[in-house]
Each structure stands twice: as structure tokens, then as C-alpha cells.
């Protein structure tokens, strides 16, 4: 499957974004989401995901209550709504599908298998 993040730019503390991934190639309503974001000199880390039905969702503790994850399958796109944005949040945004077994983790990059290219995101105080 093929996937393209979209939507990054430049806003100012605590304005929103809205990202997308769009996939393409495999039935992307039998994927996992997930959504990471890496900052120059760190490591890539986990935002949020949503599994396959839309049923569950997950988040770091660091966006909890300011990002939001959702689907729509019909569509074959995710998206990651981004509210009260700090400087903090700056990274390079990477989604990601896979499937999640009861035993896996949601939070870990290697439970994913597919990667978009990324899409920046710079948020100035």
C-alpha cells in the first residue's frame, strides 16, 4: 500500500492543522493507522492511531485532548486533527498502516509496515 501525508505548514501557537493520508493499492479499510512524528535530533515517536473500524483510538500523553485521529475508509484516508498547537509539536509528521494483533503494540514503529513520506509541521511562538 502506498501512502501520502498531506496537509502540514507553518501556524502560530495554539492554531490547528489538519493532516491527511491519503492510500492507495491495498484495501486500506483492512489496515491499522497509526500516526508519528519525528523532530530533527530525536527519535521518531508515536502521535495516535485507530484501528480498522474506527472502534478504538489511541494517543500520546502529549497530545491527549488537542489531536484527534480519525478515518474514513470510503475515502481510503486518515486524518489527524490538530488543535492548540505548541511549538513543541514542530516535526516532520509520518502516517502508517499495519495490522495490530491483540498482543502487539500500537505505539511502537515496528508493529507498522507501511510509511508515507511525511509532511512538516512548524508551529512558531
Known amino acids: 500500500v502506498q501512502l501520502q501525508a498531506s496537509g502540514g505548514g507553518s501556524v502560530q501557537a495554539g492554531g490547528s492543522l489538519r493532516l491527511s493520508c491519503a492510500a492507495s493499492?491495498?484495501?486500506?479499510?483492512?489496515?491499522?493507522v497509526g500516526w508519528f512524528r519525528q523532530a530533527p535530533g530525536k527519535e521518531r515517536e508515536f502521535v495516535a492511531a485507530i484501528n480498522w473500524s474506527r472502534i478504538s483510538t489511541y494517543y500520546a500523553d502529549s497530545v491527549k485532548g488537542r489531536f484527534t485521529i480519525s478515518r474514513d475508509n470510503a475515502e481510503n484516508t486518515s486524518y489527524l486533527r490538530m488543535n492548540s498547537l505548541k511549538p513543541e509539536d514542530t516535526a516532520v509528521y509520518y502516517c502508517?498502516?499495519?495490522?495490530?494483533?491483540?498482543?502487539?503494540?500500537?505505539?511502537?514503529?515496528?508493529?507498522?509496515?507501511?510509511w508515507g513520506q511525511g509532511t512538516q509541521v512548524t508551529v512558531s511562538s
Open positions: 493499492g491495498r484495501t486500506f479499510s483492512n489496515y491499522d
Open positions: 502508517a498502516v499495519g495490522y495490530i494483533s491483540p498482543k502487539g503494540s500500537w505505539y511502537e514503529r515496528r508493529s507498522y509496515h507501511y
